[in-house]
């Protein structure tokens, strides 16, 4: 039985990566989460990063607010600016929104209303296969971070968005798409972006993109740290392990 190189890499970045968590600044976002009249909403979920599949809309490192709609988020993060997203209990209202550190404001309110469904069709470059393995992600326009990650089943993608703009990136195991841009209206019920296709990629994703290869925030309370404490804040850093055989 031989021990891969690859292994040992994996190890240092990992180490470099707990050295760096162990070392953020670790601070508190507190807010409120209120509905389209500015009451305030009891027992909705927020978090940095969210799962949409067929089981449903789901965040495993969310916190809940309170019966006056108030949440303390834990951070450890140096960015100056944060992006959270939250939904209600039943997943029927959502919202997004963005807080800068260095502005005279210390508390993030986030306004949730009705979702639209938001669904299309994920194809290879010869639009006849679906690829294996695929992934949507998702990102508030106005903030970059790809913070949502779409599983699709088979070929179809769908998740539901509050009103906004939206890019959303498709990505498989050596194959990528070109982002797409999409504007969620008020009293939008269902959009559909059609077909996005990926073609073969070769060598890593390109600057700024995400990759599959790592289910990010469903592993334990120790890797969701470490992606959290990503030094531009909330965007998850990718780590590749493979063994020779």
Do not use: C
Not at 46 to 59: D, F, K, N, P, T
């Amino acid at each position: 039985m031989r021990t891969s190189s690859a292994w040992a890499w994996g190890f240092v970045v990992v180490a470099l990566l707990a050295t760096r968590a162990a070392h953020a600044e670790t601070r508190t976002l507190r807010g409120q989460v209120v509905d389209a009249d500015g009451h305030a909403v009891p027992d909705a979920d927020v978090a940095l990063a969210w799962v949409a599949s067929a089981a449903g809309l789901r965040a495993p490192s969310a916190v809940r607010t309170d019966g006056a709609g108030r949440f303390a988020l834990p951070l450890m993060s140096s960015a100056p600016a944060t992006t959270v997203w939250a939904f209600d209990g039943p997943r029927a209202r959502g919202g997004v929104a963005t807080i800068d550190h260095a502005a005279a404001r210390t508390e993030l309110v986030v306004r949730i209303g009705a979702l639209a469904d938001v669904r299309g069709t994920l194809l290879n470059a010869d639009g006849k296969t679906y690829p294996a393995g695929a992934t949507v992600w998702v990102a508030d326009a106005r903030a970059g971070a790809y913070a949502l990650r779409v599983d699709p089943e088979r070929d179809r993608f769908a998740v539901r968005l509050p009103v906004g703009s939206f890019r959303l990136l498709p990505q498989a195991p050596g194959g990528e798409g070109d982002p797409k841009e999409t504007v969620i209206a008020p009293g939008a019920a269902k959009v559909d972006l059609g077909t996005l296709s990926l073609r073969d990629r070769t060598g890593p994703p390109r600057a700024g993109s995400l990759a599959p290869a790592i289910r990010f925030a469903e592993g334990p309370p120790a890797l969701t740290t470490l992606l959290e404490s990503h030094p531009r804040g909330g965007r998850p850093t990718l780590l590749y392990f493979w063994e020779h055989t």
